[in-house]
């Protein structure tokens, strides 16, 4: 069974770089059938999807996240990772990583399926 | 990019009674392949939300069947046909028709 979990520090100052990243276990990051994403809430608000990436390095940006956000993979270590630049109080929120099932030639997803348990970032000098 | 809405946003109701969650989207979400690709998810207080239904009407692994979804084109449902104390959360749509894929506001449930 698939699982995610994400790490990664929980208090990050202003103008920096926040750095996350999800280790995948029980199954293989290099799968032909999964995207794998990034998704943020802001505290009491809903889901926002950041991001997705494919095992080839394919990927697709929020477009209102796009100019500050990388994501990238390391199929050796069954991760990937997410980094947001120039961090400011509204980037404070719970961080998750999921896997949804859709690929970038399906053009369907069918949402996520498994998700990790979400890391509060805090946004604070 | 396609809008979701959901209705409403705040869903008292009463344990043992029904209750239903509308989703519309923008635009159809009936893909070219013949498929709707609208699911809804869970997000219980303090957990990271669960996919409960997917293209429609499925119900993933171990989801009760009180839960049921339903529609076609731009318009959905979830129903609880009976609401138990551990349905209370908030709940999702979400389409994967059109890329990207985007989340409706979410509908709070929770017990009168």
């Known amino acids: 069974q698939v699982q995610l979990q994400e790490s990664g520090p929980g208090l990050v100052r202003p103008s920096q770089t926040l750095s996350l990243t999800c280790t995948v276990s029980g199954g293989s990051i290099s799968s032909d059938n999964h995207y794998w994403s990034w998704i943020r809430q802001h505290p009491g608000k809903g889901l926002e999807s950041i991001g997705y990436?494919?095992?080839?390095?394919?990927?697709y940006y929020n477009p209102s996240l796009k100019s500050r956000v990388t994501i990238s993979v390391d199929t050796s270590k069954n991760q990937f990772s997410l980094k947001l630049t120039s961090v400011t109080a509204a980037d404070t929120a719970v961080y998750y990583c999921?896997?949804?099932?859709?690929?970038?030639?399906?053009?369907?997803?069918?949402?996520?399926?498994?998700w990790g348990q979400g890391t509060t970032v805090i946004v604070s000098s | 990019d396609v809008v979701m809405t959901q209705s409403p946003l705040s869903l008292p109701v009463t344990l043992g009674q029904p209750a239903s969650i509308s989703c519309r989207s923008s635009?159809?979400?009936?893909?070219?392949?013949?498929?709707?690709?609208l699911h809804w998810f869970q997000q219980r207080p303090g957990q990271s939300p669960r996919r409960l239904i997917y293209k429609v009407s499925n119900r993933d692994s171990g989801v009760p069947d009180r839960f049921s979804g339903s529609g076609s084109g731009t318009d959905f449902t979830l129903k609880i046909s009976r609401v138990e104390a551990e349905d209370v959360g908030v709940y999702y749509c979400?389409?994967?028709?059109?890329?990207?894929?985007?989340f409706g506001q979410g509908t709070k449930v929770e017990i009168k």
């Open positions: 635009q159809s979400l009936v893909y070219s392949d013949g498929s709707t690709y």
């Open positions: 990436i494919y095992y080839s390095g394919s990927t």
């Open positions: 979400m389409q994967g028709t059109h890329w990207p894929p985007a």
């Open positions: 999921a896997r949804d099932y859709s690929t970038p030639k399906t053009g369907w997803s069918y949402g996520m399926d498994v």
